[in-house]
């Protein structure tokens, strides 16, 4: 096993941050990883059944962590979502999908599985993709979900109907006691999950050992997984069970802490055991069948989910985020596939080319939603010029550019001493708490000349640029130094480095974020270690000197990164000498 273990994690940790980096997200990395180095390619791993069994509790995992996000009554919510968009989209997509597979001269009975097989999406690969796309609370990643845990709840039932597929004639009778074997799985669960688990997690964490919590978090998440396969269910409904009921316990966050690590990494190893199942061989003995199949299977979806969202009324860039997260294959149709050739009711040779399609679907999906995500999406979420207001006042002394947490400290001592001003704030969700609480501020973009001009600037003695983003500091710098040459200039530096963007632009006063609340905390941990007050504000003040007299003496180099650092330890020297003649006076 040693090998293989140092295969699979070599593969990753070259593949993956390859694919990262080319905007392409992680799943392609494992996947394309996975073809490499298994029996199709250069064979460095074998044993892709071994390796896919235990790699599938990744997806059991991640669907543990996704219930404790959710809580019940927001799971209640989604029930519309769930058996409306979910029932649609599985039904209608295997409805087309088995059509062409019948119109290309496969059985009826190989049709139909195929054709479910396929319309069922991939949780492990659409939830990343929603996630690192920070999509998840999106109204596509949302209904993404809901489809999702709808395929989830509709799979035990589907591989249930493939061996009436086979023989061609309905049951005399409802096998009843398989129903009542998974009635009493989920009741297990929810019991469980609702009475005897939190008191046992709260013993344990009561007890603070690290790998004891560690390890009943791991047996949470593997026990509800097992008693429903014990059932016939999913493992992951039964692992999504346990994280809804567990998603209000005051131990959520240490939860999701402990198995988060293991679900990344055994994630990870499913996709490569998935990119391992694809028969390279077979993908070139028939390329074009290969080629025509995949774009087939993501035409057909990809349109019917697109017109599902749109009847549902998202939004056009939800839409097409939903419609290109969800086209893929799933992981529950290689198994579905392998029970039908099992059963009779699918032929061997139609069950690879499937797989093998599956497999690339799997792989094609997230080039399709990064290359929309870098070149659709951003032309269609082009905003409107918002409407600013009109500022027909007076002009005041003082134009505040930027009314957050600096601004509106800065405006409080202004008021005490009766100095007007004028505040700019372009965040209209600002503006309108600010509103609420009685401040007069105005809504608009201060890097415009034109917004400036109505605020007074050309009759203003000081323009404070309090804004957050560096970036637009400058902007507004720039552009009220070309307009208003005569007017002074008060900016806020993140760091040191602004700061010497913010010289190079003449700056009439400069305020570094966090100097001087850093100052006045180390002055009160002196005083607190028992230094002298006097003494404490002394040392404060020689280094407040010191270090903004090397700002103004480093503002010619600090281009130059050498020159820098050989700076940085020659002012570091400087202080200490200054520090001890002064401990000597």
Known sequence: MLPTLVALLAAATIAVPLTRRAGLGSVLGYLLAGGIIG???LRLVTGVDQIAGVASLGVVMLLFLIGLELRPRRLWVMRHAVFGLGTGQLILSAAALAVLAYATGIPWAGAAVLGTGLAMSSTAIVLPLFAEAELLQSRAGRDGFAVLLFQDMAFIPLVALVPLLAQRVLPDHVPWHDVARAAVAVAVILVGGRFAIPPLIRIVGGARTTEVFTTVALLIVAGSAYIASLAGLSMSLGA???????????YRHELEADIAPFEGLLLGFFFISVGMSADLRLAVAHPGLLAVTTLGLLLVKTGICFALAVVSRQRLTDAIRFSLALPQASEFSFVLFGSAVAAGALATDSAAMATLSAAVSMAATPVLFALSERFVIPRLEVEPEPDYDLIDLPSEPVIICGF????????????????????????PGQVDVLRRFGSKVYFGDPTRADLLRAAGAAQAKLLIVALDNMQDVLRVVEVARRSFPGLKIMARARNRRAAYLLMDRA????????????????????TALGVAPAEAARSITLFREHDERNLRETHAIYRDEKQLIQNVQQATDELMAVFEADQKE
Do not use: C, W
Not at 507 to 526: G, H, N, P, Q
């Open 404 to 427: 957050g947490r600096v601004g509106q400290i800065v405006a409080r001592v202004l008021r005490m001493h009766g100095i007007g001003f004028t505040a700019l704030e372009r965040d």
């Open 507 to 526: 700056v009439d006063f400069l305020v570094r974020d966090t100097f001087y609340s850093s100052l006045k905390m180390a002055e009160e941990s002196l």
């Open 240 to 250: 999504f069970m346990a994280g809804v009921l567990l998603s209000q316990s005051e």
């Open 39 to 41: 029996p199709s390619g």
